[in-house]
């Protein structure tokens, strides 16, 4: 109205409309040509190292101030509010299980070969059901010299008893207690009623040691939302600098994990600038003003075809290692989706191969009718056969015929109804701007429309979207489970299939958001988590396989990184990849292996 | 005798005007009024860009091998022979999409302008010519709505319309309605100054002493006088309508499955289309939204032109020419008026 756009188109008005698609041509003309014609790019053919750029290319080294220091990004979006691990608002690196390098844990994940690794502790005992012992490191100190005791460790979960408020309270539903047996020893006793060690050891791996010190002293109300802008771990970097255009971490000379790693990281500083769009980051990544990031970058390959250092872990597609399943949640409480056959039609319908090669930038294969990842640590519990005969997959046609019999019929508006209830209109919700999943979103909804299901997106605000899946009011939605970690394949079992968590409709629950109903599922998913060897486990998830290929509460609609892990071979070479993989493409857990072996191009 | 007051008025009018011829003598032969309007170049080139875009949007499809929601690549293929401009973020063909884009948003344009022109002049003709308490209150209401940036009105309409259950909402002719409902003040305030001239004229005292009620004295003797700015109003409505709702959906707001050049801009965005130098996947819905906003301006100025002789633009000698012929016309008056037997006097 009195907007200029929307008022009066005057001729300012047009001439800015015409500025923008000159402006257009220009930018595309630029592009197109850095892409094209940069085949010489920053770097040089440098056969001889390990860990470059896709394309083999390898830069030549940083001068200046930041020749010393790794740039890193995707991480932090904001101003960094505090430093402490108990917010659910902490600043990287604080926040929970990215990094370790100002906090770290007692064990650390390595999502490759699914193995648990050692970390703040040197070992760790598995005795059945009962417990599990950890021993610590040798010398372990804070960064501001104190002792790390077994004391702290204890001291750390205890602060889940202190306040219900914080992510570690949710140990003790798993734990019934936690004891130092001396300064190096700590002895967790198993819950036995739930008997879930994986979900033990995957806590473990996720909790940062905290300095039983500094968190005694601050009263347990406040304990998730108190300032800390001078974070203590026990990580080889300390925090420096930060203010809203950068994080800022300096090495601590004095790390106690110099022997254990071989060495300090090689280098002194690591610098996370602050970006307001992936956008941003991915131009400064692409220049080479960025060594490593975690950012969704489409058709990544542009950049090393364009001649740059880019490098991912694997070097053909899907270029990442998957290592989590967004799935299409649907509501079995409604009209409709409360009838299996429906919900096999419905995930017989999608197009996956579309979804993987065009929303997903071909950083996905094709899913599997399962909800066990078939790569990675997950790969020895797939079973490939019965997900082919007994699984669905991509199939218009068919989907089609699952619903005409199960006693469907197509009204004139090409929308079937069965048993009464007309398939639609569904409302399919995912948070606005997570962009590959709107994308996903577009390509369910069409399919759903091709087989005769009325289905259409809808993208509101995560918290409003988060409310609705936990709340139960949601027809379809496009929502994440568990990713790889030591509790999976049995975490994402849970997530989709637990009576247990199961809440009505209108109260929040964390699992079975589709509040899909069934009596025998409880004792199976007991029985997987209480098994104790492989072949046991494998066992019970091929059961709970069989029974969510035969039910369908929900389907994966791609496999995607648990992390994006991507480096610029700009400054630094010997990265990780799948030719050079003596660590995993992580930050997180067992991810922290590469800072200790990358090298600097220069000097 | 009717008749020849109405013609005294409109030779009188200011503004807008349809001319007319000042000597109807008992053997002219009157041509009809639009046949006295000046179709300038300018004119036929906006309307010939009008048409091509039309012709894209409505005839395209029909002679296009691809449709617009068939897969016939992958993400950002590059154009080819078989696919003039590549394909989009979801592997369909560029120019199939942009077709289908082009016709959404001249529909959504055309729902949402004339919706709005319809409210503005309807609120503007009433305020105008019944002045008072109505006209305070209908002007204050404009004020209000005015004052209050529209970007955020429609952006909050649109996404309550999105999470509504009522399809009618969802799709389309929703973000048409959104559109139309909160564009119209300022088509309201301006006729509102028009209609209130036009009441104060001879005719308007003339109608009603005939007995005329009025509703009827809106639409015969209030709204015909305003036409031809209603026609360039609703122009530039259709333009801002379909800018608005460009932005719109660049801002995710469009309705789902919908193709529309702002849906086609928010996709190309997203997939980062730009650094990796998909151009064809932004520069041709910006260049169609470029060239209908241009087409339509351009009408609209053109047309301004030939309801409004005094702003008819033109070479020097073009200019001297009509001076020339004004001067002539003036002239050949002036000696009619002189004349013994003038077939000009009014009649009370």
Redo the contacts between chains.
């Keep these: 109205?009195?907007?200029p756009?929307?008022?009066?188109?005057s001729?300012r008005?047009?001439l800015t409309?015409?500025g923008?698609?000159v402006g257009?041509?220009a930018?595309?003309?630029c592009?197109?040509g850095?892409?094209?014609t940069n085949t010489a790019g920053t770097g040089s053919s440098a056969t001889e190292k390990k860990g470059i750029g896709n394309n083999g290319q390898v830069g030549k080294g940083r001068a200046g101030a930041t020749a010393d220091s790794l740039l890193i990004a995707g991480f932090q979006w904001g101003a960094p509010a505090t430093f402490n691990p108990l917010s659910p608002t902490a600043a990287w690196p604080a926040s929970g299980n990215v990094m370790q390098i100002v906090y770290e844990s007692l064990l650390r994940w390595n999502i490759l070969t699914g193995e648990i690794m050692p970390g703040l502790a040197k070992e760790y005992k598995v005795d059945g059901t009962n417990s599990v012992t950890l021993t610590l490191q040798d010398g372990i100190t804070f960064s501001d010299g104190s002792p790390c005791t077994a004391k702290d460790v204890v001291a750390t979960y205890e602060l889940g008893k202190k306040n219900k408020g914080i992510s570690i309270s949710a140990f003790w539903q798993l734990a019934d207690s936690i004891e130092a047996t001396d300064d190096k020893t700590v002895v967790i006793k198993v819950n036995q009623k739930s008997k879930n060690v994986g979900q033990v050891l995957r806590t473990v791996t996720e909790t940062y040691i905290l300095p039983a010190a500094v968190f005694s002293a601050i009263a347990d109300d406040k304990l998730p939302t108190t300032v800390i802008d001078k974070p203590i771990g026990t990580g080889p970097f300390t925090l420096s600098k930060a203010d809203q255009t950068q994080v800022v971490l300096a090495i601590n000379e004095n790390y106690w994990g110099k022997t254990f790693y071989g060495g300090l990281p090689v280098m002194k500083q690591i610098i996370h600038p602050i970006f307001k769009s992936?956008?941003d980051g991915?131009?400064k990544f692409?220049a080479g003003e960025l060594d490593i990031m975690q950012q969704f970058?489409?058709?990544i390959w542009?950049m090393w075809e364009g001649g740059k250092p880019v490098g991912t872990f694997l070097k053909s597609k899907p270029y990442f290692v998957p290592g989590s399943m967004p799935m299409l949640l649907m509501n079995t409480t409604k009209k409709g989706l409360d009838n299996a056959a429906v919900r096999k039609a419905i995930a017989s319908a999608i197009?996956y191969a579309?979804i993987a090669?065009?929303?997903m930038?071909?950083y996905s294969d094709a899913v599997q009718a399962s909800l066990i990842l078939p790569t990675g640590a997950e790969g020895k519990f797939f079973n490939k056969s019965d997900a082919e005969a007994n699984g669905w997959k991509y199939d218009a046609a068919a989907a089609e015929k699952i619903l005409t019999d199960a006693g469907a019929t197509k009204g004139s508006d090409g929308i079937y109804t069965i048993d009464g209830n007309r398939l639609g209109?569904y409302?399919l919700i995912t948070p606005?701007?997570w962009?590959d999943w709107?994308?996903a979103c577009?390509?369910v909804?069409?399919s759903l429309?091709a087989i005769g299901i009325d289905c259409?997106?809808?993208?509101?605000q995560q918290a409003d979207c988060t409310q609705a899946i936990q709340g139960g009011t949601f027809d379809l939605a496009c929502w994440y489970v568990s990713g790889v970690n030591p509790a999976t394949p049995w975490a994402r079992f849970k997530d989709i299939m637990s009576q247990a968590e199961m809440q009505p409709i209108g109260k929040t629950t964390f699992a079975n958001y589709g509040r899909w109903e069934n009596a025998e599922v409880e004792a199976m998913l007991t029985e997987a988590a209480q098994a104790t060897d492989d072949a046991g486990k494998k066992a019970a998830y091929d059961k709970l396989d069989a029974l969510y290929r035969k039910e369908v509460p929900s389907c994966p609609l791609m496999y995607r990184p648990d992390e994006f892990y991507e480096y610029n071979a700009s400054n630094f070479f010997n990265w990780p990849d799948e030719n050079n993989d003596y660590a995993p493409p992580m930050f997180r857990g067992a991810g922290n292996t590469w800072m200790y072996k990358i090298q600097k191009i220069a000097g | 005798m009717t008749n020849i007051s109405s013609n005294a008025v409109t030779a009188e009018a200011e503004g807008p005007l349809v001319p007319t011829d000042p000597t109807p003598g008992p053997k002219a032969k009157a041509k009809p009024a639009w046949m006295n309007l000046n179709f300038g170049p300018r004119l036929w080139v906006s309307l010939g860009i009008i048409v091509v875009i039309a012709l894209l949007a409505f005839v395209g499809p029909l002679l296009y091998p691809y449709g617009p929601?068939e897969?016939v690549g992958?993400?950002?293929d590059a154009p080819s022979a078989a696919h003039w401009l590549g394909t989009e973020?979801?592997?369909y063909d560029v120019v199939a999409v942009l077709m289908a884009s082009t016709r959404n948003s001249l529909i959504n344009g055309l729902l949402a302008g004339t919706l709005a022109t319809v409210i503005g002049v309807g609120i503007g003709v009433v305020a105008g010519y019944i002045g008072g308490w109505l006209e305070e209150l209908l002007m204050g209401i404009t004020n209000i709505?005015?004052?209050?940036?529209?970007?955020v009105i429609?952006i909050l309409i649109s996404?309550s319309l999105?999470?509504t259950?009522i399809?009618f909402f969802?799709g389309i002719v929703g973000l048409a309605l959104v559109i139309g409902i909160?564009?119209w003040?300022?088509t309201a305030r301006a006729v509102r100054a028009q209609a209130s001239s036009v009441s104060t004229r001879e005719h308007i005292d003339v109608a009603k002493l005939s007995g005329a009620r009025t509703p009827g004295i809106l639409i015969r003797d209030v709204l015909p006088y305003l036409a031809s700015y209603v026609v360039m109003a609703w122009v530039?409505q259709l333009?801002?309508a379909i800018?608005?709702e460009s932005?719109l959906s660049m801002l995710?707001l469009g309705p789902?499955?919908t193709n529309s050049l702002g849906m086609q801009l928010h996709?190309a965005l997203?997939?980062?289309s730009?650094?990796?130098?998909a151009?064809w996947a932004?520069?041709p819905p910006?260049?169609v939204?470029?060239l209908i906003?241009?087409g339509?301006?351009y009408l609209q100025s053109s047309l301004d032109e030939v309801f409004n002789p005094r702003l008819r633009r033109g070479k020097k000698k073009n200019l001297a020419a009509a001076a020339k012929r004004r001067e002539e016309a003036a002239r050949k008056l002036e000696e009619e008026m002189k004349a013994p037997a003038g077939v000009t006097e009014v009649i009370v």
């Design positions: 109205m009195s907007d756009v929307f008022g009066l188109p001729r008005s047009f409309l015409s923008i698609a257009g041509l930018l595309a003309a592009s197109g850095a892409t094209s992936n956008e991915n131009i692409q970058v489409s058709q542009k197009d579309s090669d065009t929303a930038s071909g209109p409302k606005t701007g962009t709107n994308a577009e390509i909804a069409k429309k259409a997106t809808n993208f509101p | 929601d897969k992958s993400l950002y973020n979801f592997g709505v005015l004052a209050i940036p529209s970007i429609l996404m999105q999470s259950d399809p969802k909160t564009s003040p300022w530039l333009a801002s800018l608005a932005t995710g789902s499955g996709w997203a997939f980062q730009v650094a990796t130098g151009w932004f520069l910006t260049i939204l470029t906003s241009f339509l301006l």
